[in-house]
């Protein structure tokens, strides 16, 4: 089992690369659903990271901290028919929820 970050195979850095041997590998890639080029992210930028890495395999990780970026997120997603991609996970990492630690 091998887990790197920051991979850089001549396309530029992948976020991570999680791997099981050489012919079971996934990149993982983390975006903030604020970023202005998400759409342009989401269409191309892991599918060269996937060529470069020999894999087909990525999972795209997009973190959004309220509504307003909710609502242009998943309007990217439908734009891009992405809305039911399993590769796709979408964090809710706004300061809206109680701490675990204080839920009884």
């Known amino acids: 089992m091998d887990v790197?970050?920051?991979?850089n195979n001549g396309r530029g850095p992948v976020d991570y690369s999680v791997s099981n041997g050489a012919k079971d590998k996934t990149l993982v890639e983390f975006k903030l659903a604020s970023n202005s080029k998400?759409?342009?992210n989401l269409e191309n930028q892991?599918?060269?990271?996937e060529k470069?890495?020999?894999?087909?395999?990525?999972i795209k990780v997009i973190l959004y901290?309220?509504?307003s970026e909710l609502?242009?997120?998943t309007g990217i997603l439908r734009e891009?028919?992405?809305?039911?991609?399993g590769s796709i996970i979408l964090i809710d990492a706004g300061n809206n929820k109680p701490s675990a630690s204080n839920v009884k």
């Open 38 to 40: 998400l759409k342009m």
């Open 4 to 7: 790197n970050r920051e991979v």
């Open 71 to 73: 609502s242009k997120l």
């Open 80 to 85: 891009l028919d992405l809305e039911k991609d």
């Open 65 to 67: 901290f309220d509504n």
């Open 46 to 49: 892991v599918k060269v990271y």
């Open 52 to 58: 470069a890495s020999g894999t087909k395999q990525s």
